[in-house]
């Protein structure tokens, strides 16, 4: 692991950049959005589809991303070594895996080869759509010196790049996906109820998503409680009410969704204490009842 200890970004040289050259295997989501974003801030990048296999020649890169599935990151990292497709050159080799630590790339380590994970906190959900990364957060973790190249990459792509010795990996990921998949999800049911409510899918869709555009604003500037809005908030017992009203009547399959919601923003909303605890109590017993 490294001795790195800081959670801002690290000073970067700005030849650094200039001198990176990105070889990406694996055209996913990840490898393709990542590679869009390289060859937009300028540097030069390769991006081999992992079902048209490794490359036979040696990769003439010093950087390398395994944008592949976490499962195959350390076979990949094994067929690296055996083929001799790097070490013949100064290499970062890196790997995106969330719940991975550099450790899965232990094969390809050594000599020349700098190993690390450079896992981007950022949603990819589409080979064809590349998400926005500028503010997004990088978490790097590895070797000094492929630290020190991903930091790099990470700042010319606009990202702030972390790393946090001694993190819960899996726990990380967790809360990644807990987030993101999790909003997701939550946007599947919203759309579903806006239909039933008169509301074509698609528009539902554009609606909703600048919607959670602002939530995402709201929890990265105010952070969390102060983020939540809403009728829990404001300790609307009878707002909340209605809700699971309608929702029984349009949606039931949608009513355990609300309340586990619900029951999540209560603790938040009485730490803000913008009504009266008793109307937090009232709330309390809305969804109480509903669960009977
Ligand atoms: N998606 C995210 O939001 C996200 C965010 C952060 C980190 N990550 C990490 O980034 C890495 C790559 O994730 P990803 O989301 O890019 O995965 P992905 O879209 O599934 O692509 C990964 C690999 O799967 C292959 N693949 C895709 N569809 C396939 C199919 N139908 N049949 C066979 N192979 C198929 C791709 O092959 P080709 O190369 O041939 O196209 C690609 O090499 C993982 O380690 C993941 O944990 C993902």
Known sequence: MSEMDSTRPSPVHPEDNALLE????????????????????????TLRPARDGLPSERIEANFVILAVRDRDIAPCAEALRDRGLVGHRDVAVVHCAGALGPEALAAARGGRVSVAQMHPMISFASPSFAPFLERG?????????????????????????????????????????????????????????????????????????????????????????????????????????????????????????????????????????????????AIQRVLDGIQQ
């Open 22 to 45: 990105v070889f990406i295997y694996g055209g996913g989501k990840v490898g393709r959005g990542l590679a869009r974003a390289i060859r937009d801030a300028g540097l030069r990048v």
């Open 137 to 281: 957060q990088l978490h790097i973790d590895g070797d000094p010196t492929a630290v020190r190249a991903a930091r790099s990459l990470g700042v010319c792509l606009g990202m702030t790049p972390r790393t946090f010795p001694g993190l819960d990996r899996v726990a990380y990921h967790a809360a990644a996906g807990l987030v993101a998949n999790g909003a997701a999800a939550l946007a599947a049911a919203g759309v579903d109820l806006l239909e039933r409510a008169g509301i074509d899918r698609r528009t539902a869709a554009e609606m909703l998503g600048p919607l959670l555009r602002t939530v995402a604003d709201n929890v990265e500037v105010l952070g969390v409680p102060d983020a939540l809005t809403g009728p829990v908030r404001r300790g609307d017992a009878a707002g909340v009410a209605r809700h699971l009203e309608a929702l029984c009547r349009l949606a039931p399959h949608l009513v355990p969704f609300y309340v586990a919601a619900a029951a999540t923003q209560l603790p938040l909303a009485r730490v803000l204490g913008e009504a009266p605890a008793d109307a937090f109590d």
